[in-house]
């Protein structure tokens, strides 16, 4: 198990950009393929990036494609979530999910795994 905190977010004008990053607790943290989700108001939670343990290969959901990037520095256990060209409708919690023994693209479906509390990134017109 790994505990992950998420900081970064906040209150941008839409096309702008936010630096969000995932701290993870432990000495395993480089054998978690990470991802991060999002939940909008009354909405599910859903998919946005994934990244592999060694950071060698990552996948995304179409809405962020091209605007969003994913990283991590296994020697700081962190991983990161450059969004850029924030458009109002990215507004959301956004969640850190740590799994082991999954493939980047088996990412998309939420399921299982440690979860952070969450960080609000809130994108204005």
């Known amino acids: 198990q790994v505990q992950l905190e998420e900081s970064g977010g906040g209150l941008v004008q839409a096309g702008g950009s936010l630096r969000l990053s995932c701290a993870a607790s432990?000495?395993?943290?480089?054998?978690?393929?990470m991802g991060w989700f999002r939940q909008a108001p009354g909405k599910e939670r859903e998919f946005v990036a994934a990244?592999?343990?060694?950071?060698?290969?990552?996948a995304y959901a179409e809405s962020v494609e091209g605007r969003f990037t994913i990283s991590r520095d296994n020697a700081k256990n962190t991983v990161y979530l450059q969004a850029n060209s924030l458009k109002v409708e990215d507004t959301a919690v956004y969640y850190c999910?740590?799994?082991?023994?999954?493939?980047?693209?088996?990412?998309?479906?939420?399921?299982?795994?440690?979860w952070g509390q969450g960080t609000q990134v809130t994108v204005s017109s």
């Open positions: 999910n740590a799994r082991r023994f999954t493939a980047v693209q088996a990412m998309r479906v939420m399921s299982g795994g440690d």
């Open positions: 432990g000495r395993t943290f480089s054998t978690y393929t």
């Open positions: 990244i592999s343990s060694s950071g060698g290969s990552s």
